[in-house]
């Protein structure tokens, strides 16, 4: 099994270490794995998707705005 080292804030550790029973590697290993998956999600929808990278971006852009839009109207 591979190795990493992560460095994390010195607050989040203090609370880590009040529920010390918990297996932080793991936590970690299966946090990773999720990523992993959705990140695969989306490659596979990328692929099949006909749009360039610039409209990728443009698209997303507005999504973005409309979205800043709405909860600035809400709150």
């Known amino acids: ?22 297996n932080w590697s793991e936590v970690a290993r299966e946090a990773i794995r999720i990523r992993l998956s959705q990140l695969a999600i989306l490659d596979s929808i990328a692929e099949k998707s006909q749009l ?7 698209l997303g852009r507005k999504i973005k705005q409309s979205m800043h839009k709405k909860y600035k109207q809400k709150g």
Do not use: G
């Open 1 to 22: 099994m591979a190795i990493i080292t992560l460095s994390i804030p010195e607050d989040l550790k203090k609370e880590m270490e009040k529920s010390r029973f918990i």
């Open 52 to 58: 360039t990278a610039e409209e990728a971006l443009e």
